[in-house]
C-alpha cells in the first residue's frame, strides 16, 4: 500500500478548484457584497477621470475657463475621494473574509486530522502535515485576498474604461479588443506552468519542514552520534529544491508579465495610429479623442496586475488543491452502534491476524488467546515479535486484517470508538506529555473535569507527588514541549499517574517503567500493583521480573503465540519463556 500521498485522486481543474475554495465565502456573503461594492465605485472612478480629462480639455478648447476653474479641481478631489473610499472597503472587508476562510480551513484540517487512522501518521512525516496546515493555507491566503482584490478592482477598472471607450468610439475600441485572444493564450500558458511549479515547491516546502522537524526532534542523537554534516547537507538539498522551483517560478512571471505588457502596448499603438485616421474620429471631439487615448493608456496599470495575479492564483488553487486532497481523505472508521458504558473488561483474540497498510507480510498470525476479566495478561518476547501491536488493537488504534477481537464476549468494532476507549487507560513506552501544566496533563482530555484532590489523590499513587509539590509551582508547573523539561522517570510518573486518574476497567502498560531507576521501579510497581487489582491489565515488558505474578504470560515470537502459561507453568516446560527468563537473569 502506497503513502497517502500518493493515493491523489484525478487532478481536478483549476476552476472548480477555486469555485470550491469561494465556497468558503458562503457564511460572509454579506461582507463581501461590501468589498464588491467598494471595489465597484473604485472602478468607476478610472472612467471618471477619463470623463473629467475630456471635460477639462473641451472647457480649455472652447475657453470657458473661469467659470470653470473652482469645479474641476473640485470635481478630481471629489473622484480621489470616492476612489479611496471604494479602496478601503473593498480591501479592508476583503481581509476579513480571507482571514475568515483561512481560518475555517486551519480548524476543518486540524478536526481532520484528528479523525483519520493510525496508519496516516505512521506513514506521513510530521513536517509535512505541518506545511500543510501552514504554508499551503498560507498561499490560500494570496488566491481569496490578493488574487480576488486584484480581480475585482482592476477587473471592474478594466470594464468601466472599455465600456467608456466603446461609449466614446465603438469601431476603434473594438480593433483594440481584438489583442485580447493573444493576451488570454499567453496567461493560459502560464498558468499551467505556475499551478505545477506552485506544486513542486508545496513538495520542496514539506521536505524543509520534514528534515527540521526531524534534526529538532532529534538534536541529541545528532550532536552525540556527529549528525550535523549530514543533517546540513540533508536540508541544504531540500531548501536548494524549494529554491531552484521558486526561480523558474519568478523566470516564468518575469516572462510573462513584460510579454503582456508589449502585446498590450502594440494594441495602444495600433489604436492610437488609427485614431489619428480622420475617417475613424471625425465625429470626436478633441476632448473625446483625448479622453479615448488616455482610457486607453490607463487599461495598461490594471492589465498588467490582472496578469501579475495569475501567479498568486495558482499558487493558491495549487495550494486549495493539496488541502482539498487531505480534507477528502477517508476518516478513521468508526461503524460501531452499541455504547459500552461500564466494561467487565474480558477480551478475547480469536483466529486474529493483522497486517499493516504499509506492510507485506502478516504482524500477527492467527492469534487465539482469552484474558478472563479483572486478570493480568503479560505479553513477553523479542522486539518486533508484535506484542505492541497485540496490545494497540483492543483500543482499535488499527482494525483486525482477519478474525476477531472481543470485548465482553462482542467484537469490538461493534461498539463506538468514543465508548470502547473511554474503557481503555493507557501507558505508552515513549511518554506523550503536552506543552501544559502537569495538572493538565494529568487530568487530560475527559479528564479535565477532575477536582485537585482527585489530582493530587492520582499523583500520590504514581508515587509523582512528592517531586511536583517541590516545585516552585507545584501542579501549575509547565512541563515544556513533550515534557522537555522533566526527567524521564518524572515523565513516566505523571503518565501513569493520568492513567491512574481515568480508573478504567481496561488498563494497557507499554513498558511502563521503562524510563525508572531500580528505586522508583519498585515504588511505581507498589503503586500499578495496586491499581491492576480488579482490573483487566495487559502488560508488555522486557524485564520480566516485573510480570513474574501475572496471571497468563504469553511468548510472542515473528506474529505468533509461542507459549502461553503462568510463570511457573512456563518454567516448568523449560521452553522460550526459561530461556528468556535464564538469559535476563545471567545478565542481571
Request: aromatic share 8%; hydrophobic share 45%; glycine share 8%.
Amino acid at each position: 500500500m502506497t503513502a497517502p500521498d500518493s493515493q491523489a485522486p484525478a487532478k481536478k481543474s483549476g476552476v472548480k478548484i477555486y469555485l470550491r475554495l469561494l465556497g468558503y465565502i458562503k457564511s460572509q456573503w454579506g461582507v463581501f457584497l461590501v468589498s464588491v461594492l467598494g471595489y465597484m465605485l473604485y472602478g468607476a472612478m478610472e472612467p471618471a477621470l477619463a470623463a473629467q480629462l475630456k471635460y477639462i480639455v473641451d472647457v480649455v478648447s472652447t475657453g470657458a475657463i473661469e467659470e470653470n476653474r473652482l469645479l474641476i479641481p473640485t470635481t478630481i478631489l471629489g473622484i480621489f475621494l470616492l476612489r479611496g473610499i471604494g479602496t478601503f472597503f473593498g480591501s479592508y472587508f476583503m481581509a476579513k473574509i480571507a482571514n475568515k476562510v483561512v481560518y475555517d480551513l486551519r480548524t476543518t484540517m486540524f478536526d481532520k486530522l484528528v479523525l483519520l487512522p493510525t496508519s496516516y501518521y505512521s506513514e506521513m512525516p510530521s513536517g509535512r502535515l505541518l506545511s500543510k496546515l501552514t504554508y499551503d493555507t498560507e498561499q490560500v491566503i494570496g488566491a481569496v485576498t490578493s488574487a480576488v482584490k486584484t480581480l475585482l478592482r482592476e477587473g471592474l477598472t478594466v470594464i468601466g474604461l472599455l465600456g467608456y471607450m466603446l461609449y466614446t468610439n465603438w469601431k476603434l475600441s473594438l480593433l483594440f479588443l481584438l489583442i485580447i485572444p493573444l493576451i488570454g493564450y499567453v496567461v493560459s500558458y502560464a498558468s499551467k506552468r505556475f499551478r505545477k511549479l506552485s506544486q513542486r515547491i508545496q513538495n520542496a516546502m514539506g521536505g524543509v519542514s520534514d528534515v527540521a522537524s526531524e534534526s529538532i526532534k532529534g538534536h541529541e542523537v545528532v550532536k552525540i552520534f556527529g549528525g550535523f554534516e549530514y543533517e546540513r547537507d540533508r536540508f541544504r538539498q531540500a531548501a536548494g529544491d524549494n529554491k531552484r522551483s521558486q526561480l523558474k517560478m519568478e523566470l516564468t512571471k518575469a516572462l510573462n508579465i513584460p510579454v503582456v505588457q508589449f502585446l498590450v502596448a502594440i494594441s495602444l499603438a495600433t489604436l492610437i495610429w488609427l485614431a489619428l485616421d480622420p475617417t475613424l474620429s471625425e465625429h470626436m471631439s478633441a476632448g473625446d479623442f483625448v479622453a479615448f487615448i488616455g482610457a486607453a493608456g490607463m487599461l495598461s496599470k490594471p492589465a498588467r496586475q490582472l496578469t501579475d495575479v495569475n501567479s498568486i492564483l495558482q499558487k493558491g488553487i495549487a495550494a486549495a488543491q493539496s488541502i482539498f486532497e487531505f480534507l477528502d481523505m477517508a476518516e478513521e472508521a468508526d461503524t460501531g452502534k452499541k455504547e459500552l458504558t461500564q466494561a467487565k473488561g474480558e477480551i478475547e483474540w480469536r483466529e486474529l491476524s493483522f497486517q499493516y497498510p504499509s506492510s507485506d507480510r502478516l504482524t500477527l498470525d492467527n492469534i487465539n488467546l482469552l484474558l478472563p476479566a479483572g486478570q493480568t495478561l503479560a505479553l513477553v518476547g523479542r522486539s518486533g515479535g508484535g506484542k505492541s501491536t497485540l496490545a494497540n488493537l483492543v483500543p482499535r488504534l488499527y482494525d483486525v486484517t482477519d478474525g476477531g477481537l472481543l470485548v465482553d464476549g462482542l467484537d469490538s468494532r461493534e461498539y463506538s470508538l468514543k465508548s470502547l476507549r473511554s474503557q481503555i487507560a493507557l501507558v505508552n513506552q515513549n511518554v506523550v506529555l503536552f506543552n501544559g501544566s502537569i495538572r493538565e496533563n494529568i487530568a487530560y482530555g475527559y479528564l479535565r473535569g477532575a477536582t485537585e484532590e482527585e489530582v493530587i489523590a492520582a499523583a500520590k499513587a504514581a508515587n509523582a507527588w512528592e517531586f511536583i509539590q517541590n516545585l516552585e509551582h507545584g501542579l501549575d508547573t509547565m512541563v515544556g514541549e513533550n515534557g522537555v523539561l522533566l526527567s524521564g522517570g518524572q515523565r513516566q510518573r505523571i503518565a501513569i499517574a493520568r492513567a491512574i486518574l481515568k480508573n478504567a476497567p481496561v488498563l494497557i502498560l507499554d513498558e511502563a517503567t521503562s524510563a525508572l531507576d531500580s528505586e522508583s521501579e519498585r515504588a511505581i510497581q507498589q503503586a500499578l500493583d495496586s491499581l491492576m487489582k480488579n482490573r483487566t491489565t495487559i502488560a508488555i515488558a522486557h524485564r520480566l521480573s516485573t510480570i513474574e505474578n501475572a496471571d497468563i504470560i504469553a511468548v510472542v515470537d515473528h506474529g505468533v503465540i509461542v507459549e502461553v502459561g503462568s510463570h511457573k507453568e512456563l518454567l516448568a516446560h523449560n521452553g522460550a519463556y526459561a530461556k528468556l527468563h535464564q538469559k535476563q537473569f545471567n545478565e542481571e
